[in-house]
Structures are given as structure tokens and as C-alpha cells.
């Protein structure tokens, strides 16, 4: 079983920036592509950008492109989710996990999330 730990959130002012880091264990992580979610209070939890096991696609929600920016480092089992240019409405848990690349579904287990708060 993958376990996935989020870590790197926290307050920032809007127009600033964040770097999300995702450590996942086991050895299976560089076949699986991978992707951050989030969830803001009373919403659903969405997708936000995905990359493939070699990094050689990515993908992005409409709302963070030209913003955020989602890479990995297979040799330290770690997806990284950098945000840049950051708004209120950007405010969420975010989530890392394991996704079926093409349609972007969610497979596995979830980590805990990390709280991103930008503030006005």
C-alpha cells in the first residue's frame, strides 16, 4: 500500500508563492502517474494538475494554468506542485494521488492534505 504525506502549505498573501511537496513510499511510484487535488470548505474535491510517470505530459485544470506547475523526481519517490502568482480563491486542502493519467481519475489512498490559505 502507496502512502502519500503533503506537506509545504501554509498563509501566504495573494500574489505570492508556494512549493507543495508530495513524499510517497514504496517502489511502484515512478509507473504511476500523478496528480494534485483539492478541496475547499463545502466544495467538492477537484482536480488540479497531473503528470505522467516520466514527466513526459502534464496537465492542468483552467484555473492554475500559466500559475501552478507540477513536476516530479522519481529517484526521491516525490511530486512537487509549484504555485505561483497565488489568489484567495486558491485557498483549499490540496491532495496528492495516484491517477490514471488519461482521464485524470484518482486511484489508491489519499495523503492527509495540506492546507493552503491565501489571503486578500
Known amino acids: 500500500q502507496v502512502q502519500l504525506v503533503e506537506s509545504g502549505g501554509g498563509l501566504v498573501q495573494a500574489g505570492g508563492s508556494l512549493r507543495l511537496s508530495c513524499a510517497a513510499s514504496g517502489r511502484t511510484f515512478s509507473i504511476y502517474a500523478m496528480g494534485w487535488f483539492r478541496q475547499a470548505p463545502g466544495k467538492e474535491r477537484d482536480f488540479v494538475a497531473g503528470?505522467?510517470?516520466?514527466?513526459?505530459?502534464?496537465s492542468y485544470a483552467d484555473p492554475v494554468k500559466g500559475r501552478f506547475i507540477i513536476s516530479r523526481d522519481n529517484a526521491r519517490n516525490t511530486v512537487y506542485l509549484e504555485m505561483n502568482s497565488l489568489k484567495p480563491e486558491d485557498t483549499a486542502v490540496y491532495y496528492c494521488?495516484?491517477?490514471?493519467?488519461?482521464?485524470?481519475?484518482?486511484?489508491?489512498?489519499w495523503g492527509q492534505g495540506t492546507q493552503v490559505t491565501v489571503s486578500s
Open positions: 494521488v495516484r491517477i490514471i493519467y488519461r482521464s485524470k481519475a484518482p486511484i489508491g489512498s
Open positions: 503528470i505522467s510517470s516520466r514527466s513526459s505530459n502534464t
